[in-house]
T-cell receptor, first 119, second 114 residues
Framework: EPEVTQTPSHQVTQMGQEVILRCVPISNHLYFYWYRQILGQKVEFLVSFYNNEISEKSEIFDDQFSVERPDGSNFTLKIRSTKLEDSAMYFCASSEATGLAGSASYEQYFGPGTRLTVT | GNSVTQMEGPVTLSEEAFLTINCTYT??????LFWYVQYPGEGLQLLLK?????DKGSNKGFEATYRKETTSFHLEKGSVQVSDSAVYFC?????????????FGRGTQLTVWP
């Protein structure tokens, strides 16, 4: 069964460093998402991406964050200058479609996550 | 705004016990409701969903009914197994909102002992 993959599974970085988290969505999917979960808190939406541009972003997704689909398979999240509070589990997800027009039948498939630890 | 509140964990049960994990929501529109499950080392997987009031979602013996009057979507299973040990997330998506964004609760860790 096709699945979303994420690398690395765990990333440790020093405050102020740049990190790139990588995701390979399911091959025929068109919509891509990043979420994160700080330990003990809710899973929070960061950004959605379609047709090579950001569709929606949350208030968390500030200028330190960027996303890119550099080729036909990868979807990346870059944090330019990491802060201690960026430590979290980051989940990538992909979907065939978004469930607009009253339809909720399009599931978001999630990867296993990348645990980012900023020291 | 949109938010999901779910029962704090961890929940520890013996095999064959009855499970309830409570979930309530607030939403600006008319949401679809979901339960996701995360097994150790894996991604979140959709467990079940309901798209309108009084719908019952079910899968793998789990059930949840969309209750608009109480804004709830509680997860239940009549007889849990050790293999059900996982983290369970309640979530909503507003049908009228942009592009499929999901709003999640904090997750409830379930451990089932033999």
């Amino acid at each position: 069964e096709p699945e979303v993959t994420q690398t690395p599974s765990h990333q440790v970085t020093q405050m102020g460093q740049e990190v790139i988290l990588r995701c390979v969505p399911i091959s025929n999917h068109l919509y891509f998402y990043w979420y994160r979960q700080i330990l003990g808190q809710k899973v929070e939406f960061l950004v959605s991406f379609y047709n090579n541009e950001i569709s929606e972003k949350s208030e968390i997704f500030d200028d330190q964050f960027s996303v890119e689909r550099p080729d036909g398979s990868n979807f990346t999240l870059k944090i330019r200058s990491t802060k201690l509070e960026d430590s979290a589990m980051y989940f990538c997800a992909s979907s065939e479609a978004t469930g607009l027009a009253g339809s909720a039948s399009y599931e978001q498939y999630f990867g296993p996550g990348t645990r980012l630890t900023v020291t | 705004g949109n938010s999901v509140t779910q029962m704090e964990g961890p929940v520890t049960l013996s095999e064959e016990a009855f499970l309830t994990i409570n979930c309530t929501y607030t939403a600006t529109g008319y949401p679809s409701l979901f339960w996701y499950v995360q097994y150790p080392g894996e991604g979140l997987q959709l467990l079940l969903k309901a798209t309108k009031a009084d719908d019952k979602g079910s899968n793998k013996g789990f059930e949840a009914t969309y209750r608009k009057e109480t804004t709830s979507f509680h997860l239940e299973k009549g007889s849990v197994q050790v293999s059900d040990s996982a983290v369970y997330f309640c979530a909503l998506r507003n049908r009228g909102s942009t592009l499929g964004r999901l709003y999640f609760g904090r997750g409830t860790q379930l451990t089932v002992w033999p």
